[in-house]
């Protein structure tokens, strides 16, 4: 008999969640089996027809599936960095379905924490129960789960402090306004002060975008509706103003990549594709060095 797919969280941003579990999948990236369901399949097809019907009036839209696979790529080469200079522990927040915790604890000796809202972190473990191989994922002692809202989180009390940390942000940054912005941004580097660690995010700051026509005023304002009310953060943040909250912060090391500046060797795919995609990335020195 098929396996029987869980009850879906309902509104609010964990919807966002099913709509990336579906650009996991789509891109075929290692884990995405485990968190595709009949939901993920159904709101990454009806996300994809709303903004195919909005490319018919805007001429060269930036797509969005393309470009979350490339800041998918481009956040896996930097957890390859950090693994690569000694970081033992990954805290992946906002979670949601990502898979990238599934294939590195098949691959690497790291301690791997996903944080998330609990109806996301339940969501998840109840795709994993449908079948052995889930099971087993869910049964590794190097990969946990832990329900939180980051909106104000201590992460220390969390998580602990143990060992270099690189701490993972993906799809999060564009939901929160400046202070809040920086608010997580100083409770990151109070986690990672103590060993020291990393810390990687996605995040194209407003004001270098172009100013919204009204398609993409329009699909704000469905974004708003099917995320319940909890759309982007319309803040006229701008690159240096993040690379500023990071040193403000207490990281050095700081840096931002567009897709089309990371090293070759990452491989980041669909550089012929418009997208709009950003990382961060900056370093904390431990507190003793
Ligand atoms: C766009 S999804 C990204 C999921 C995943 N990082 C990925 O890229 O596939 C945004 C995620 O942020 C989570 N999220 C949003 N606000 C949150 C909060 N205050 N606390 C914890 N998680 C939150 C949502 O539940 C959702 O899983």
Redesign the pocket.
Same mark, same amino acid.
């Given at each position: 008999m098929a396996p029987v797919d869980p009850p879906v969280p309902r509104g609010g941003?964990?919807v #966002?969640?099913l709509? #990336? *579990?579906g @650009?996991?999948a789509w891109s075929e990236r290692p884990g995405a089996d485990r968190y595709a369901s009949v939901a993920t399949r159904r709101v990454f097809g009806t996300v994809e027809g709303v903004l195919r019907i909005a490319g018919w009036f805007v001429r060269n839209a930036p797509s969005l599936r393309h470009g %979350?696979v490339q !800041?998918?790529v481009m956040l896996d080469a930097l957890v390859h960095e950090a693994l690569a200079q000694g970081a033992t522990t990954v805290l992946?927040? *906002? *979670?949601?379905?990502?898979p990238r915790g599934t294939a590195f604890t098949a691959t690497h000796d790291v301690a791997w924490t996903e @944080?998330?809202?609990p109806e996301?972190v339940s969501y998840k473990a109840a795709l994993l129960a449908r079948d052995p191989q889930g099971q087993a994922v869910s049964a590794r002692p190097t990969l946990t789960r832990l329900p *939180?809202? %980051? !909106?104000g989180?201590d992460l220390v009390d969390l998580t602990g402090t143990d060992g270099p940390t690189m701490v993972l942000a993906?799809? %999060?940054l564009m939901?929160l306004d400046d202070a809040a912005r920086r608010d997580l941004l100083h409770r990151i580097a109070a986690r990672l002060r103590p060993a020291g660690g990393w810390v990687a995010f996605d995040y194209v700051p407003p004001a270098d975008k172009p100013p919204p026509g009204w398609v993409a005023r329009l699909l704000g304002a469905w974004m708003r509706r099917f995320t319940g009310g909890e759309g982007l953060a319309e803040n006229p943040t701008s690159q240096a103003d993040v690379l500023d909250d990071l040193r403000s912060a207490g990281f050095s090391e700081v840096r931002t990549l567009a897709p089309s500046d990371a090293p070759d060797a990452w491989a980041v795919p669909h550089l012929d594709t418009r997208t709009e995609q950003r990382v961060f990335t900056a370093r904390m020195a431990p507190e003793d060095a």
């Amino acid at each position: 008999m098929a396996p029987v797919d869980p009850p879906v969280p309902r509104g609010g941003l964990p919807v #966002t969640a099913l709509y #990336t *579990a579906g @650009v996991w999948a789509w891109s075929e990236r290692p884990g995405a089996d485990r968190y595709a369901s009949v939901a993920t399949r159904r709101v990454f097809g009806t996300v994809e027809g709303v903004l195919r019907i909005a490319g018919w009036f805007v001429r060269n839209a930036p797509s969005l599936r393309h470009g %979350l696979v490339q !800041r998918h790529v481009m956040l896996d080469a930097l957890v390859h960095e950090a693994l690569a200079q000694g970081a033992t522990t990954v805290l992946e927040l *906002a *979670a949601g379905l990502s898979p990238r915790g599934t294939a590195f604890t098949a691959t690497h000796d790291v301690a791997w924490t996903e @944080v998330d809202l609990p109806e996301v972190v339940s969501y998840k473990a109840a795709l994993l129960a449908r079948d052995p191989q889930g099971q087993a994922v869910s049964a590794r002692p190097t990969l946990t789960r832990l329900p *939180a809202d %980051l !909106r104000g989180a201590d992460l220390v009390d969390l998580t602990g402090t143990d060992g270099p940390t690189m701490v993972l942000a993906e799809g %999060l940054l564009m939901y929160l306004d400046d202070a809040a912005r920086r608010d997580l941004l100083h409770r990151i580097a109070a986690r990672l002060r103590p060993a020291g660690g990393w810390v990687a995010f996605d995040y194209v700051p407003p004001a270098d975008k172009p100013p919204p026509g009204w398609v993409a005023r329009l699909l704000g304002a469905w974004m708003r509706r099917f995320t319940g009310g909890e759309g982007l953060a319309e803040n006229p943040t701008s690159q240096a103003d993040v690379l500023d909250d990071l040193r403000s912060a207490g990281f050095s090391e700081v840096r931002t990549l567009a897709p089309s500046d990371a090293p070759d060797a990452w491989a980041v795919p669909h550089l012929d594709t418009r997208t709009e995609q950003r990382v961060f990335t900056a370093r904390m020195a431990p507190e003793d060095a």
